[in-house]
């Protein structure tokens, strides 16, 4: 396959992935229609200007843009971003988090010791840490944070 995205335009080829490797499907089911019609909607916008063609517009099944140009407003925008922001804390939350226990769990038989892990726990703990706002600091990533996960981990 030659197209760089490789599958990662579809919904449920990423809920595999991820189930796969992680064991959580970060997308919904009932989000999956509303995803591809959005991703469609950016492939129109970025290759044609926002003209959605007849065939774009039957796949994602949006009969009155066929032919059309998606008249994507700021209050489209807000919606998209709340949409996706909910996938996306999902990824960051519940995918992160089961990532930073099961490296802990690798870490069990040495003992726990928040000096020698602190530095990677930290990092991976900062990849699991969904930010709603680029104005809001990212978490001090405390201690206190790692023996909870510790004892997910155990």
């Known amino acids: 396959m030659l197209h760089g995205t490789l599958g990662w335009y579809d919904a449920e080829t990423v809920n595999k992935r991820y189930s796969d490797l992680f ?3 970060p997308i919904k ?3 999956i229609p509303d ?3 959005l991703w469609l909607l950016r492939h129109s916008v970025a290759h044609n200007a926002g003209y959605v063609t007849g065939y774009d517009a039957v796949r994602g099944a949006m009969p009155d843009l066929a ?3 998606a008249d994507i407003d700021a209050s489209f925008l807000s919606e998209g971003f709340d949409f996706l922001c909910g996938i996306a ?3 960051a939350e519940e995918v992160g988090d ?3 226990v099961e490296w802990l769990r690798t870490r069990v038989p040495a003992g ?3 000096n020698r892990d602190k530095d990677v726990y930290r990092q991976l703990k900062l990849l ?3 930010v709603a706002s680029r104005a809001k600091d990212l978490p001090s990533i405390m201690k206190s944070l790692y023996s909870t996960d510790w004892q997910k981990a155990k």
């Open 112 to 114: 726990k010791d928040y």
């Open 23 to 25: 064991q959580r499907a």
């Open 29 to 31: 089911n009932s989000e």
């Open 98 to 100: 089961a990532v930073v």
């Open 35 to 37: 995803l591809d019609r």
């Open 128 to 130: 699991a840490t969904f």
């Open 89 to 91: 804390r999902r990824v």
């Open 67 to 69: 032919n059309a140009v």
